[in-house]
Each structure stands twice: as structure tokens, then as C-alpha cells.
């Protein structure tokens, strides 16, 4: 069973900052927050993952809180073709990746 | 650098029929995996594997699905017989290695669809 908590769905206006929350308020010390993203008819695609510290990639920014019970998403400037659904996953290194429902984000033009 | 391939993209085959999907990962990548993505849900994982062999299996109900990796490079899984609750996405993936949270990033295939009369 997936570790994590989402909202099942979000709206976003486009080029506006989208901001999607993950509890995972069971995490453990040693356990990654991961996030991927799955647009329609694709394949997941892994967008960024962090342990404690606040992390940035050239597709988003994970924060995570300082007690790690929970973290966000942002993507900065959200574009049509960020609309899809966003997976957060807490794991061990070497541990399967364990998919939940995920939040489906629609950015709205 | 080409991304993982799978084949075919959709099949529609009858109950009880037999199907296999194929998977090409992305070269140098030692692990791969088979999920499968029922409507609605997210993947599965139905097995691992290192290189040509096996490191999870749990999920793979293996009474109907089998898969192997011969040559520790690309990978086929089957069913059989097929079952109406087959009917799903199966996704292949690979990644560098599986060990270390900066070398087992997975990259994902674009998914075979079945579906199952």
C-alpha cells in the first residue's frame, strides 16, 4: 500500500505556480520522497527526489518539511503540457516504487 | 539517447488467448522492471530484474504471467492464458542499477495496452 496522501485533483491557471502537497506522516529516516508524473497515453516520468534537504532540478522543486511528514511540488510556471498525473512516493533505497492514485493536475489556459 | 522501447503498443486478443510484450531498456541499464497499470490505478510492479536474473517477483502472479531476460539485455513477458482482468497498461522500465537512490532513477516505456474479450 502506497505510504503517501494526496489530493486526487488540482487546477493550475497557466504560467502560474503549481504547488502540490504529499503527507507521508509514517516516513522513516532512511526513507526518499520521489515524485513522477504520468501524462495521458505515456509512460511515468521521474521528476525529482530528496531525503531532507529542499531540492531543485530544471523541472521543479521539491520542499519537504522540516519534521518530513509531508512535502511539495512546485512547478514553477506551469505549462498546458504539465497537465497529468503526479505520483509522491516515500522509499527505501532498493525498495520497489509503490504508485497510489496520485493528484491529477489540469492547467487551465 | 533512445529511451526505453516496448512493442506492441495495443493488442485486443480473446480469453484464454496467449500474448507477450516485449522490452527494449535503454542501453547500459542493468535493471528492469514490468508493471502493470490497471484503469484508474497507478503501476504495479510485477517483477525486477538484475541484469538476467530475478530480484522480485512477489507481484507476479505466476500461475498465467511468466518473463525473462535471456541475455540480460532486452525482455519479454507473457501471459497465458489471458484472463478479462488482464486487460491494463503493461509498462517496462529500466534504470542504471537498483541499489542507490542516485543510480536507479527508472525510466519508463510509453506502455503496451491490452485488452482482453
Known amino acids: 500500500d502506497a505510504k503517501t496522501t494526496q489530493p486526487p485533483s488540482m487546477d493550475c491557471a497557466e504560467g502560474r505556480a503549481a504547488n502540490l502537497p504529499c503527507n507521508h506522516s509514517t516516513i522513516s529516516g532512511n526513507e526518499y520522497v520521489y515524485w513522477y508524473r504520468q501524462i495521458h497515453s505515456q509512460g511515468p516520468q521521474y521528476i525529482i527526489h530528496?531525503?531532507?534537504n529542499n531540492e531543485t532540478n530544471e523541472m521543479a522543486s521539491l520542499i519537504i518539511t522540516e519534521d518530513r511528514k509531508s512535502s511539495t511540488l512546485i512547478l514553477p510556471h506551469a505549462t498546458l503540457r504539465d497537465t497529468a498525473v503526479y505520483y509522491c512516493?516515500?522509499?527505501?533505497?532498493?525498495?520497489?516504487?509503490?504508485f497510489g492514485k496520485g493528484t491529477r493536475l489540469s492547467v487551465i489556459a | 539517447e533512445a529511451g526505453v522501447a516496448q512493442s506492441p503498443r495495443y493488442k485486443i486478443i480473446e480469453k484464454r488467448q496467449s500474448v507477450a510484450f516485449w522490452c527494449n531498456p535503454i542501453?547500459?541499464?542493468?535493471?528492469l522492471y514490468w508493471y502493470q497499470q490497471i484503469l484508474g490505478q497507478g503501476p504495479k510492479l510485477l517483477i525486477q530484474?538484475?541484469?538476467?536474473?530475478?530480484?522480485?517477483d512477489s507481484q507476479l502472479p505466476k500461475d498465467r504471467f511468466s518473463a525473462e531476460r535471456l541475455k540480460g539485455v532486452d525482455s519479454t513477458l507473457k501471459i497465458q492464458p489471458a484472463k478479462l482482468e488482464d486487460s491494463a497498461v503493461y509498462l517496462c522500465?529500466?534504470?542504471?542499477?537498483?541499489?542507490?537512490?542516485?543510480?536507479?532513477?527508472?525510466?519508463f516505456g510509453p506502455g503496451t495496452r491490452l485488452t482482453v474479450l
Open positions: 530484474f538484475q541484469n538476467n536474473g530475478v530480484v522480485d
Open positions: 542501453s547500459g541499464h542493468a535493471t
Open positions: 512516493i516515500v522509499r527505501l533505497g532498493n525498495t520497489p516504487l509503490v
Open positions: 522500465a529500466s534504470s542504471l542499477t537498483h541499489w542507490s537512490p542516485i543510480t536507479d532513477t527508472q525510466y
Open positions: 530528496g531525503l531532507k
